[in-house]
């Protein structure tokens, strides 16, 4: 049954790629086929999207991708047409699409970009609370994207080619020596080859705070990659953390100037 799944996703995948991609105009197809798909495989409570991240503190990613953000919590702001902005707080997810990552100026562009997401303060200095329910933040709940890994943005590179594996993780440990771990990239997926991970305590991990190697999937799992990214995609957003968007710091609204007015309620004295 997974590998009829497995199939049918690439065939999917590769023939509305075609289909939406014009001479020229290939990634832009795949990025809108990405989008279709991941809509139909995620929990119905996320959206995707493409546009900018934004923080309360009017810090701006560079534009990304793809844009997993929680929508019943998230007010997306549209100031010019078709572009898009999305509080950082309930996005839980960003991905670059590439047809191809030829070059480690490429990977390094799409390293940057998802890095501009992560290095948002989704805390906004440690005042936004955990979204535990509709309407609900329980207190004695902490928000600390610094420290926990359920707190983070989920970040992805797809592309249906590349270099080869050596050269593509060879950019990856340069990026991740400069930068802090909050800032790594999660997965690279090349689904026609292979996918890129980590491994961390004994098992494969999504938590780059964890992390203890890099790791690349076998040949033999190649017809299997698309799924399996899915997968790792949904486990995140299984037990991604929210929070609540303060959009009077959006707005820079700290108080709002008024007149007074004597309050008149029938039967009060």
């Not at 076998?218 to 799924?227: F, G, M, V």
Request: charge should be negative; include cysteine.
């Amino acid at each position: 049954m997974f590998d009829g799944v497995s199939k049918k996703l690439k065939i999917d995948f590769e023939e509305q790629a075609k289909i939406l991609g014009h001479p020229g105009e290939v990634g832009s197809g795949r990025e809108n086929v990405l989008k279709s798909i991941l809509t139909k495989y995620i929990p119905k409570r996320f959206s995707v999207d493409s546009g900018f991240v934004i923080d309360a503190l009017g810090n701006r990613s560079q534009q990304i991708d793809i844009v997993i953000y929680e929508a019943n919590y998230t007010p997306v702001f549209e100031i010019v047409e078709g572009k898009k902005f999305f509080p950082c707080e309930t996005v839980v997810a960003v991905g670059q699409v590439k047809t191809d990552i030829g070059s480690a100026q490429k990977m390094q562009e799409c390293l940057g970009n998802i890095g501009s997401v992560k290095s948002l303060d989704r805390s906004n200095q440690g005042t936004n609370r955990l979204i535990t329910g509709p309407g609900i933040s329980l207190s004695g709940m902490s928000f600390d994207p610094n420290k926990e890994f359920k707190d983070q943005i989920f970040g992805f590179i797809f592309c249906s080619s590349s270099m080869k594996p050596d050269s593509m993780i060879a950019e990856l440990q340069e990026f991740n020596r400069k930068n802090e771990r909050k800032l790594w990239t999660n997965a690279i997926v090349n689904y026609n080859e292979y996918l890129i991970e980590y491994e961390g305590k004994g098992h494969l991990t999504q938590n780059v705070l964890e992390a203890e190697k890099i790791i690349v999937t076998d040949a033999k799992l190649t017809s299997r990659i698309l799924p399996l990214f899915i997968s790792i995609l949904n486990n995140f957003l299984n037990m991604a953390h929210v929070a609540r968007p303060n959009l009077f710091a959006y707005c820079k609204i700290d108080a709002v100037e008024h007149h007074d007015y004597e309050l008149m309620v029938t039967g009060e004295r």
